[in-house]
């Protein structure tokens, strides 16, 4: 069995006995149904063991793997299985400066959202572009909530990536941070992304998102 790794732009998640992989150069997902008996995959560092020779050549044309080598090795966010989320806490009224900061984010992303690639969308604003850990603080539930009573009086508030990708954006103008998920599964296939600061969820349910294994973190 030779060792590989994921190619810098692809992640993967093992669903079941499927394995799902994403390219974010492409805006694709991949399934590969029924390969988990084939293909042993670490997600922290993105490295996987092939069995089949055949399927992982087929990946290495595919532009989805290559052979392991330690200068391309990374370590790949993590984040604990979900098991709060903020749907019993009080929502807190927003005040004009709460009004504004929805208001320019929502502004600012329409040229990030519409015709524009995943691996442009996700990428973090230059202004927190450090790597401390989210926290969960008072602010950032309080925003977090704050997001939520907006987002209704949004004109377009879109499917579950453009609501993420603009929380996220609010909480950096407020200093804030919290880990996107990006999350697959199989039969049906779905994907779905949130919005997590350690094992809470922060815009969505728990029994909803712990339906999907995380593929990404960013």
Same mark, same amino acid.
């Given at each position: 069995?030779?060792?590989?790794?994921?190619?810098?732009?692809?992640?993967?998640?093992?669903?079941?006995?499927?394995?799902?992989?994403?390219?974010?150069?492409?805006?694709?997902?991949?399934?590969?149904?029924?390969?988990?008996?084939?293909?042993?995959?670490?997600?922290?560092?993105?490295?996987?063991?092939?069995?089949?020779?055949?399927?992982?050549?087929?990946?290495?044309?595919?532009?989805?793997?290559?052979?392991?080598?330690?200068?391309?090795? !990374?370590? =790949?966010?993590?984040? %604990?299985?979900?098991?709060?989320? *903020? @749907?019993?806490?009080?929502?807190? $009224?927003?005040? +004009?400066?709460?009004?504004?900061?929805?208001?320019?984010?929502?502004?600012?992303?329409?040229?990030?959202?519409?015709?524009?690639?995943?691996?442009?969308?996700?990428?973090?604003?230059?202004?927190?572009?450090?790597?401390?850990?989210?926290?969960?603080?008072?602010?950032?539930?309080?925003?977090?909530?704050?997001?939520? !009573?907006? =987002?209704?009086?949004? %004109?377009?508030?879109?499917?579950? *990536? @453009?609501?993420?990708?603009?929380? $996220?954006?609010? +909480?950096?103008?407020?200093?804030?941070?919290?880990?996107?998920?990006?999350?697959?599964?199989?039969?049906?296939?779905?994907?779905?992304?949130?919005?997590?600061?350690?094992?809470?969820?922060?815009?969505?349910?728990?029994?909803?998102?712990?339906?999907?294994?995380?593929?990404?973190?960013?």
């Amino acid at each position: 069995m030779r060792r590989w790794q994921l190619t810098p732009q692809v992640f993967a998640a093992l669903c079941g006995q499927d394995v799902v992989l994403l390219d974010i150069s492409r805006d694709d997902y991949l399934v590969l149904a029924g390969a988990g008996d084939q293909i042993d995959l670490d997600p922290a560092t993105g490295r996987l063991d092939v069995a089949d020779g055949a399927l992982a050549a087929l990946l290495t044309d595919a532009g989805l793997i290559q052979p392991k080598s330690k200068s391309m090795a !990374r370590r =790949l966010r993590t984040v %604990p299985e979900v098991r709060a989320d *903020l @749907f019993a806490s009080p929502t807190p $009224r927003p005040d +004009l400066g709460d009004r504004l900061a929805f208001a320019w984010v929502l502004i600012e992303m329409i040229p990030l959202y519409w015709m524009r690639p995943l691996s442009r969308l996700v990428r973090p604003p230059k202004r927190l572009s450090g790597k401390d850990a989210p926290q969960l603080s008072e602010a950032l539930i309080h925003n977090a909530l704050v997001f939520e !009573r907006l =987002l209704v009086w949004a %004109p377009f508030q879109g499917q579950c *990536l @453009f609501r993420a990708a603009m929380l $996220r954006r609010f +909480l950096h103008r407020r200093g804030l941070r919290a880990a996107w998920v990006f999350g697959a599964r199989t039969w049906p296939f779905a994907a779905h992304c949130w919005l997590q600061v350690g094992d809470v969820v922060i815009n969505d349910r728990v029994d909803h998102v712990a339906r999907f294994a995380p593929i990404m973190v960013v």
